[in-house]
């Protein structure tokens, strides 16, 4: 009923950038948080940012000052602007939505499949 599809991954050298985004679709009724998340090779994965329906966001320490999340109500989509981008940042990064779909009353998770990140030289 629901889809999410991510794009903008890839391979980039220290220092540069990428962005990503993620689209939903399918029968919306509303789209809450939505927020990206991240699991490098032999780690957990982690949450890397967040922006709510009102466009409150929030940041791993890690990430703080050289990512950006924002979002696209009309079109359902979220994005992830990366900078300095460092070997660390190296990971499958996911987007999760909280979505109500026409026929609840109430928000459920949906996950992209992931796109990977490499950062190296």
């Known amino acids: 009923q629901v889809q999410l599809v991510e794009s903008g991954g890839g391979l980039v050298q220290p220092g540069g950038s990428l962005k990503l985004s993620c689209a939903a679709s399918?029968?919306?009724?509303?789209?809450?948080?939505m927020s990206w998340y991240r699991q490098a090779p032999g780690k957990q994965r982690e949450l890397v940012a967040g922006i709510t329906s009102g466009g409150s966001t929030n940041y791993a320490d890690s990430v703080k000052g050289r990512f950006a999340i924002s979002r696209d109500n009309a079109k359902n989509t979220v994005f992830l602007q990366m900078n300095s981008l460092k070997p660390e940042d190296t990971a499958v990064y996911c987007c999760k939505f909280n979505i109500q779909i026409l026929s609840s009353y109430y928000g459920t998770d949906y996950w992209g499949k992931g796109l990977l990140v490499t950062v190296s030289s």
């Open positions: 399918g029968f919306i009724s509303k789209v809450y948080d």
